[in-house]
């Protein structure tokens, strides 16, 4: 991937690139955690109305716009965050593994989605070069953007996904002293991106998963990638 610039042209294009798949992988998120909660038996999020692929029903100000958009300008990609879908944890049939099931919903998710952004690929490639390249980076970006976001949220810190599965697994006597991490959660992710050790947790995965996925790729991911 590219690095940033301030470049109008430039921005613009980028947001062309990843806006539709940032919007596509944060809203499929959200929308899985209200999903298997419902279906768990928590209806606060489809109460509420955020059970929906509706990516307005989920935009954050600073995670799915600003933020986004800082992070092409100082690092060449696009990755943001959308309002977390409410969860009321005490209405779940099962506590533990219901509570396991709803976290890990997003990122399976996530990953769904890079799978289908690569079949999607084997389409993609039979279009006419005028729509097959722009559209081809597009898919890209999207199996890149979905492999990132399934791999922070698996962080097993609080408040993401990952702290979310670790605090059900762990035993009782665990349990509390690890919940009262989550008031700090959002500061430690936030040193660990600002020392540069998030890129340590997050691309080994990203190259384990496209190395895979370019086994069934029509085209070379990594090619695709590295032009972003």
């Not at 294009?13 to 806006?19: N, R, V």
Request: include cysteine; proline fraction near 7%; aromatic fraction near 10%.
């Amino acid at each position: 991937m590219t690095g940033g610039t301030l470049d109008p042209t430039t921005i613009l294009q980028a947001i062309s690139i990843w806006g539709v798949p940032v919007l596509i992988a944060i809203t499929f998120h959200e929308a899985a955690h209200g999903f298997v909660a419902r279906r768990c038996g928590d209806d606060t999020a489809w109460m509420l109305g955020r059970v929906t692929l509706n990516p307005f029903k989920h935009i954050d100000p600073i995670g799915t716009i600003a933020l986004p958009l800082m992070l092409y300008i100082f690092s060449g990609f696009m990755l943001g965050y959308a309002k977390p879908v409410p969860v009321n944890f005490r209405r779940l049939r099962d506590i533990k593994w219901d509570t396991v099931r709803v976290a890990a919903a997003g990122p399976l998710m996530n990953l769904i989605l890079a799978f289908a952004s690569v079949a999607l690929l084997w389409v993609v490639v039979y279009l006419p070069q005028a729509f097959s390249v722009p559209l081809a980076k597009m898919v890209a970006a999207s199996v890149v953007i979905n492999i990132i976001l399934m791999a922070f949220n698996l962080i097993p810190l609080l408040p993401l996904d990952g702290g979310r599965i670790l605090h059900a697994l762990l035993p009782m006597h665990l349990q509390i002293p690890f919940g009262q991490t989550e008031r700090y959660g959002i500061f430690i992710v936030l040193g660990l991106a600002f020392m540069g050790w998030l890129g340590f947790i997050i691309l080994p995965a990203l190259n384990l998963i496209v190395g895979l996925l370019n086994y069934v790729s029509p085209v070379n991911l990594f090619l695709i990638i590295n032009s972003l």
